[in-house]
């Protein structure tokens, strides 16, 4: 038995005999030809990346700077393949020869050391814009190659789990940041209170709303979520738009996980259209319910685009009659109930919502009056001053080409959420705070763009040179023969 394990021991010392052996290789033939870090190198030009970040370097002061290029791949490859700790990455990058290919360094090089891509980060790069830049090019890059149409956008929010402990929080008193909107709402209700021959209301004191929220004690940027369906503890929420020609990735927003998805949406689509010129060429937009809201459907309505938004259904009290139960006449501006009585307008409240009531004398004596209201003396209805543009929207998610757009959001948007989550580490935040969680999320999004650019351009290089060769044996075959046909 001894002398079996000595045998073993000495068989497995032996298994590497040649690790000493030096060899001399091109480190370009260890790389495969359909190699992913290929493709990109091959069909993308990162020099642009110098232009974006000279106002962040001296030309004259300090020591000289490691390559720009260089640390924005290095960080690439990071996010490319998961690789969530920058430490991790130097380690991998030593082992790869894949890696090392890309960026550009022999084996005998070293590699720059992890710290180097943690400082630029938190130092260099802090408070710019520099990675919203970098994306921004990206797409510009799939639109000059044609693989973003500018004609359907889709966007939804997908929740980030922060790196926070969801049973470390404080209770804290916070003003409530007042939506942009409300001044243009405020002017929609005056307007709609003169043409009923009421009188405008006075200006709002501005006065912010307080409220108790859960504010992390390990990152107090994230918030709390509490949705139906959904985890519960501290998030982030990423708000993303696709385009549904080839998926790229056209906006990435971060806010904290408590932020209502209406509340970015106009902006970011707005920023979209001047940024890259869709003013021309965006038809559409598809939404899920939660942005739903009569000021979002206005907007998109304004802008001449075809918004497909999924319903949501109006709260009603349980037991009492629902509001679709009563027809809207638009003609006389009042509302018809089950029983053929009339509500009319009585004012626009501050809300924005016109309020609609019956005649308490003519309830009193109605059958359905313990069923319809649960004051027992009178039906009031609300209408927001915005929901014909509601109702238009309705009418689009129901339509033929409706019902095709919203399908797109399955392929499309919740593919790319699910790609980032399951391959590039999107699942959780690597870091603390939301600027370096938007950093996060706008690499992961640049990631997925450029894997989709440069496979894209892959094939299209193989089809072009199939197709060189077909022509050439084409015209071959024609120089020899001529039009002499050919038997058997």
Known sequence: MKRRVN?????????????????????DSLVPKDHLLRLID????????????????????????????????????????????????????????????????????????????????????AGTNVFQDIFDEVVHLAIHHRMVAGRVLISDSTHIQANANKNNYTIQVVQETPQEYLGELENA??????????????????????????????????????RKGKPEGFFYLDHRTVDHKF???????????????????IERLTRQIETFGFSKTLEAVALDSGYMTPYICMKTLSMNLFPVIAERSAPTKEGTLPKANFSYNKENDSYLCPMGEKLTYT?????????????????????????????????KIQRHIWEDFKEQVVQNKQSENGIAVYKLRSQTIERSFADAKELHGLRRCRFRGIEKTREQAMMTAI???????????????????AYAIRS????????????????A
């Open 7 to 27: 045998t073993l021991l000495k068989r497995t010392k032996s298994t590497h005999p040649n690790s000493g052996q030096l060899e001399m290789i091109c480190i």
């Open 42 to 125: 091959e069909h993308v030009d990162f020099s642009f990346i110098i232009e974006k970040v000279r106002p962040y370097y001296s030309e004259n002061k300090g020591r000289p700077a490691l390559d720009p290029i260089l640390l924005f791949k290095m960080m690439l490859i990071g996010y490319l393949y998961g690789i969530r700790s920058e430490r991790q990455l130097e380690q991998e990058i030593i082992l790869n020869a894949a890696f090392r290919w890309f960026l550009g360094l022999g084996f005998s090089d070293s590699i720059p050391d992890h710290s180097t891509i943690s400082w630029n980060r938190t130092k260099r790069f």
């Open 189 to 226: 209700i005056n307007e709609d209170r003169m043409t009923h021959g009421k009188k405008p209301l006075p200006p709002t004191k501005e006065v912010p709303e307080e409220k108790k929220v859960k504010v992390s004690t390990t990152d107090p940027d994230s918030g709390y979520m509490m």
């Open 247 to 265: 998926n790229i990735i056209t906006d990435v927003f971060v806010t904290p996980g408590n932020v209502n998805d209406s509340t970015v949406y």
């Open 347 to 379: 004012t626009t409240n501050r809300s924005g919502f016109r309020e609609y009531k019956s005649d308490a004398a003519v309830c009193e004596a109605c059958p359905l009056l313990e069923q319809c209201t649960a004051t027992k003396k009178q039906r």
């Open 447 to 465: 990631a997925q763009n450029l894997k989709k650019i440069a496979r894209y351009l892959g094939k299209l290089s193989l089809a072009g040179t």
């Open 472 to 487: 050439f044996l084409t015209s071959l075959t024609n120089f020899v023969f001529g039009d002499r046909k050919l038997t």
